[in-house]
């Protein structure tokens, strides 16, 4: 099946840092991608959707101006969380969609200190 | 709008016991129907999918038939093993990809 690669797997930043992650489909062209978030024994919360060459869509409640979306490829969309937290810490998967299925990344544990 | 209940966890089973974790799901129009696995640390890998009424979707020994008639997706396995312990969700499309809370598995040697 397809694959979806996120980069980092993990990352630890300092509160008020920026932390960039990327997701990439690696044998398919994803006109959509999806990015979630999810907490510990819970499930994924959709936080935005980005198409190619648009602006992200955001789910109610999402800062815009503090998980900036960037789809610059057909193959590539990354999320910087923007002076990060100690409550943005968590689990960021993002998500990949062809014709047919979605896909996921192994998803990024990001840990604000 | 749309949505999924599955049943709460956690669930723990003994290995080689029967699973059944229950779906029911709302929504307007015949939306494509999953679960999905995540392992411990893991992102989520499709285990199934169905994509109308009657179909079953099986993979590994997992099996869950679409019904329409009681809005369900119920997943089910003969005989568990140690390495099926993990959350699974269920989760329809219908524009988007809506999860349920997710049910965690146990299995115990």
């Known amino acids: 099946g397809a694959v979806v690669s996120q980069h980092p797997s993990w990352v630890i930043c300092k509160s008020g840092t920026s932390v960039k992650i990327e997701c990439r489909s690696l044998d398919f062209q994803a006109t959509t991608m999806f990015w979630y978030r999810q907490f510990p024994k819970q499930s994924l919360m959709l936080m935005a959707t980005?198409?190619?060459?648009?602006?992200?869509?955001?789910e109610q409640g999402v800062e815009k101006d503090k998980f900036l979306i960037n789809h610059a490829s057909l193959t590539l969309s990354t999320l910087t969380v923007t002076s990060a937290h100690p409550e943005d810490s968590s689990f960021y998967i993002c998500?990949?969609?062809?014709?047919?299925?979605?896909?996921f990344g192994p998803g990024t544990r990001l840990t604000v200190t | 709008g749309d949505s999924v209940t599955q049943m709460e966890g956690p669930v723990t089973l003994s290995e080689e016991a029967f699973l059944t974790i229950n779906c029911t799901y709302t929504?307007?129009?015949?939306?494509?129907l999953f679960w999905y696995v995540q392992y411990p640390g893991e992102g989520l890998q499709l285990l199934l999918k169905?994509?109308?009424?009657?179909d079953k979707g099986s993979n590994k020994g997992f099996e869950a038939t679409y019904r329409k008639e009681t809005t369900s997706f119920h997943l089910e396995k003969g005989s568990v093993q140690v390495s099926d312990s993990a959350v699974y969700f269920c989760?329809?499309?219908?524009?988007?990809?809506?999860f349920g809370q997710g049910t965690e598995l146990s299995v115990k040697p």
């Open positions: 980005s198409n190619e060459g648009s602006k992200a869509t955001y």
């Open positions: 989760a329809l499309i219908g524009g988007k990809l809506i």
């Open positions: 998500s990949a969609r062809d014709p047919d299925e979605q896909y």
């Open positions: 929504a307007t129009g015949y939306p494509s």
């Open positions: 169905a994509t109308k009424a009657d």
